[in-house]
C-alpha cells in the first residue's frame, strides 16, 4: 500500500492536510471524498507500508485493550450523535493510530456498504472482536439500541481491563524475583562455585555436602547445558500446543490453576464477576438466556468454567431454572447461586447479576491484596535458603581450610 499526502477543503471551507495509506490513487481520493472533503492536492510520497513489520502490525500482532478502548469509545460518539456508520468507520480509518485496527476500520466500512450489518463485519475479524463485541452489537441492532449497548460494551471492556491489569501488577514482583534467582543460580552454579571448588580440590579438602551438590550441580549444567536448554525450548513449544491449543489441554490447565491455592481464588471470582457482568449486560440488552450462555462459554476466559457452562445450557434446554443447573457446578458460589435465584423469581435478574458483579469487583481487589501478601513472606523464605545454601557451600570448606592453617 503507497503513502499519499493530501491538502483538501471541508464544507466549511477549512483546510486540512495530512497522509493515509491506500493501494491505488483513486482509492485515496475515494477516501478523502468519502469523509466529507473536498481534494485539493493529493500525491505520492513515495513511501510503502507494504513491509513486514507493516504488515505484522496490519495482519496479525494483537490489539491492545487500550487501543481497543479508545476506538470503541469513539465509535459510541459517533453513534451517538447520529454519524452514519460507513462515515463513522471512514473516520476512524483516518483518525485510528493503531494499524491493525486503522486497516479494520477500513475493511469494515467497506462490508457495511456492500450491505453487511456492523455485527457481521466486525464478526469477520474474531482475533480482535471477541463474541461478545459481536453479539452484543447484533443485540443493539435488533432491538434499536445500539448506542446504549455500546456504552455498556465499552464499560465491560473498560473493567475487564483494569482487572487484568491489576493481577499482572500483582504478578509483575514474585516474577522479577524468580527471574531473579533463576539468573543468579545459574551464575553460582556455572561459574563460582567451580572455581572455588577447584581451589578446594587443590588444598586436599574433604568438600561438605552442600559444596559436593553444587559441584554435581555445575558438572550437570557444564556437560549438558546446551540438551537442557534445547530439551526446556521443545517442551515449552510442546506445552504450548497441547494446553493451549487443544481443548482437552485447555482444561487441564484452567482446572489445575483454580485448583492452585493462591492462583485460584482469585481466577475464580475474577470469572464470576466477569460471568455476572456480562449476563448483565445480555439480559438488559434482550438477548435470550441460552443464547447469553453461549456467548459466555466463548467469552469467560476459562476452559474449565465454560465446560460448566456447557453443562449448565444442556440442562436449560431441558426446561430447568438457571440457578439449579448453576448449583451443580463447584465454581459458582453459593452467594451467586442464591442471587440469581432471587432474581428469577423477582424479574430483576439483570439488576441482581450487576450487584453480584460489583461484589466480586471489591471481592478481587482483597483477594489479589492477600495474594500479594502471602507471596511476599514465601518469596524471602525461597530467598534465603537459596543464599543460605550456596554460602554454606563456599563457606564451610574455607572455614575446614582456615582450622588446617591454624592447626599447622
Not at 224 to 248: C, K, M, Q
Request: hydrophobic share 45%.
Amino acid at each position: 500500500m503507497a503513502v499519499f499526502s493530501y491538502q483538501a477543503s471541508d464544507y466549511s471551507g477549512k483546510m486540512r492536510s495530512g497522509r493515509l495509506t491506500a493501494n491505488t490513487l483513486e482509492e485515496a481520493l475515494g477516501r478523502i471524498t468519502d469523509s466529507n472533503l473536498v481534494p485539493i492536492d493529493l500525491q505520492s510520497v513515495g513511501g510503502s507500508s507494504d513491509n513486514v513489520f507493516a504488515r505484522l502490525q496490519t495482519h496479525y500482532l494483537p490489539v491492545p485493550a487500550t487501543d481497543l478502548i479508545v476506538f470503541t469509545k469513539q465509535l459510541v460518539t459517533m453513534v451517538r450523535v447520529g454519524i452514519p456508520m460507513t462515515q463513522a468507520f471512514a473516520i476512524l480509518k483516518d483518525q485510528t493510530e493503531q494499524p491493525r485496527l486503522r486497516r479494520l476500520a477500513g475493511v469494515i466500512r467497506d462490508d457495511i456498504e456492500a450491505g453487511s450489518s456492523l455485527s457481521v463485519a466486525a464478526g469477520k475479524h474474531p482475533k480482535v472482536f471477541s463474541p461478545l463485541f459481536c453479539s452484543m452489537i447484533e443485540a443493539g441492532e435488533t432491538s434499536g439500541t445500539l448506542p446504549e449497548v455500546l456504552d455498556r460494551l465499552l464499560y465491560l471492556i473498560e473493567h475487564e481491563a483494569q482487572v487484568k491489569a491489576e493481577i499482572k501488577t500483582a504478578m509483575r514482583y514474585p516474577l522479577i524475583v524468580i527471574g531473579a534467582l533463576v539468573v543468579a543460580f545459574l551464575i553460582m552454579v556455572g561459574f563460582v562455585i567451580p572455581r572455588f571448588v577447584s581451589f578446594f580440590s587443590q588444598q586436599g579438602l574433604n568438600l561438605p555436602l552442600p559444596t559436593r551438590i553444587c559441584l554435581t550441580m555445575s558438572e550437570i549444567l557444564t556437560s549438558y547445558g546446551i540438551w537442557i536448554a534445547l530439551g526446556t525450548i521443545v517442551s515449552g513449544l510442546l506445552f504450548h500446543e497441547y494446553f493451549n491449543r487443544t481443548d482437552r489441554g485447555r482444561l487441564l490447565r484452567d482446572r489445575a490453576l483454580l485448583a492452585m491455592p493462591l492462583i485460584g481464588p482469585v481466577l475464580v471470582k475474577a470469572a464470576m464477576s466477569r460471568f455476572s457482568s456480562i449476563f448483565a449486560i445480555l439480559q438488559s440488552s434482550g438477548v435470550l438466556v441460552l443464547d447469553s450462555l453461549r456467548i459466555l462459554t466463548e467469552t469467560v476466559g476459562n476452559a474449565a468454567i465454560s465446560a460448566e457452562f456447557v453443562k449448565v445450557r444442556e440442562l436449560l434446554e431441558e426446561g430447568h431454572g438457571i440457578s439449579g443447573p448453576l448449583s451443580s457446578s463447584k465454581y459458582f458460589p453459593p452467594m451467586l447461586i442464591n442471587m440469581v435465584k432471587i432474581g428469577e423469581e423477582s424479574g430483576r435478574l439483570d439488576e441482581m447479576l450487576r450487584h453480584v458483579s460489583e461484589h466480586y469487583d471489591v471481592e478481587i481487589s482483597y483477594t489479589i491484596k492477600k495474594m500479594t501478601d502471602a507471596i511476599g513472606p514465601i518469596l524471602i523464605i525461597s530467598l534465603t535458603f537459596v543464599v543460605g545454601f550456596f554460602a554454606l557451600a563456599i563457606y564451610m570448606p574455607m572455614w575446614e581450610l582456615t582450622e588446617m592453617i591454624n592447626k599447622n
